[in-house]
Each structure stands twice: as C-alpha cells, then as structure tokens.
C-alpha cells in the first residue's frame, strides 16, 4: 500500500470552468460534449492568452488547485500532464496557416504549441515547478499511468508535492473522422487538476493505494463499476470533493488495472495517520 495527500483540485467541464460542475451530475450528463469556448476577455486568460485552448484550460483548473498556493522548495515541485491529442489544434492551425501564406511566412507563434509538451512547460513556468516535468501519452492508460507515475516521485523522495494535469480533448474534426480517424473513449472532454503532496496539511485528504477491499472498508462508499484509466484523474477530483465537502466520509475507486489495485479517499482522525507516502 501507499498513500499520498490531496491538497487541492480543479477542473474544466462541458459545464464551464470549477470542479463544482462535477457535482452537477444530471446538468452534466446532457450538457455538449466539448469544453465551453473561452472568452478572451475574461481576466484569468489575459495571462495565457498566447497559449493553446488545451493549456489555457489546463491553467485554469491548475490555478484551480492551488487556490494560492506557493511552493516553499520549488525545485521539488513535479508536474505531470498526461495528454493524447492536445498538440492536434496546434498542428493543424499551423498547416492552414503555412498553406494560406505560405510555407516562409506561416506565423512561428504557432510552432511552440505543436510540441506535445508544451501544456508541461507552460505551467512549469507559470506556477515554478522546477521539479521533475513529464507528459505521459500512453492513450486510454494515460489516466492511470500519471496518477501512478506522481505517485512513484512521492513515493521515491524525488518530489514533495507533484501538480497532475490529465487533459482529455477531441482531435481536430478534420482527424477525428474518416479512414484513418484517431481513436478516443471519452464523450465528453474534461481537464482536471490535482496537487499532490507527501505530507499532510490540515484540509489534507488522503488518498491510498490497496488492493481491492469490501465496501465496508471505505465508509460510505457506494458499490462502483471500474473506473475507465482515462477518466482516474477527473475520478479523483470529483471524490476528494465530495469528501472535502463532507458530502461523504471516504470513497472507494476500483481501477480497471492489471495491478488489480483500488484508490481509496477519506479523512482520517488524527493520530490514524501514517507515514509520508507509506
């Protein structure tokens, strides 16, 4: 087994910019597939507003999760984007462009955001993590794989806390049809944000690793199919708000994993603590 804390969550919906839209289940189960537009006037963009859509959405629900926070040892604060096609938009923007004017005179503003871990270094920058900084893209296993991979730089010392982006977007229209179309399993992008630490703050939720145990275990935890890898990340979001927000004591979270392993979220008392990612 091992644990780790969260210490703050965010998320962008089809319902707009919060982690509160995930408590809107019914709203959400009929809103549009694809992440609201943004509106370039809104004051949280201006910031970011060179940026990709993705890392833009991407920013918000991190600014999200941190809610203020500030690292005290930058060099020891993680960022792990998991993403499959976030890059497309970029990359199409970019041949349109170089088809309309030209191969010499396409704008180079575009090129940065066609690297697929641009969404990582623009957060890095924006928030200091100077840590260790990946971008996991391992289709629909990349929401398992991120969340297991912050957990292991926890686990391992090579990071106190690890700020996890898991970014779900369609391909661009003109790839996500026809022969050759790139597959997906989502209906509905999200992005969700999760800070992780080692150790436990006061609000700290913990969140543990076991393999699978009775319901029981898990106080007032409702009996779930597995949790699609793809979708852990935004999984754990809408758990630890459920539990922050006292709406349930813990939750249990089957994965749909070889490792057979369950996540589980709750509040413990004190004293009933263990160890920093034990």
């Avoid at 398992?144 to 977007?169: I, P, S």
């Amino acid at each position: 087994m091992y644990e780790m804390w969260v210490e703050g969550y965010g998320a962008v919906t089809p319902l707009g910019s919060g982690a509160e839209g995930l408590l809107n289940r019914q709203e959400l189960a009929v809103s549009p597939s694809g992440l609201p537009k943004l509106d370039p006037r809104d004051p949280r963009i201006k910031p970011v507003r060179k940026w990709s859509s993705s890392a833009q959405y991407a920013y918000l629900a991190m600014q999200e999760a941190l809610n203020g926070h500030t690292f005290n040892e930058p060099e020891r604060a993680a960022c792990v984007v998991g993403t499959n096609y976030s890059n497309l938009e970029a990359i199409v923007a970019l041949d349109q462009d170089a088809r309309q004017y030209g191969v010499n005179n396409a704008n180079p503003g575009i090129f940065p955001e066609t690297v697929l871990n641009a969404i990582g270094g623009h957060l890095a920058e924006k928030f200091q993590l100077r840590g260790v900084n990946v971008t996991l893209s391992d289709g629909d296993a990349t929401g398992w794989n991120a969340v297991r991979y912050a957990a292991e730089l926890l686990q391992d010392g090579q990071a106190n806390e690890v700020m996890l982006c898991m970014v779900n977007r369609f391909p661009p229209e003109t790839l996500a049809s026809g022969n050759g179309s790139l597959p997906y399993s989502f209906q509905r992008e999200s992005i969700s944000a999760l800070r992780l630490s080692r150790t436990r703050s006061v609000k700290g939720i913990r969140l543990r690793a076991d393999e699978p145990a009775p319901a029981s275990e898990a106080e007032g935890s409702r009996t779930r199919e597995a949790i699609p890898s793809w979708s852990l990340p935004l999984a754990i979001v809408q758990a630890a708000l459920l539990v922050d927000r006292g709406m349930r004591p813990s939750i249990l979270l089957p994965i749909r994993d070889e490792d057979q392993l369950a996540l589980v979220l709750d509040k413990p008392q004190e004293g009933a603590i263990g160890g920093p990612c034990a």
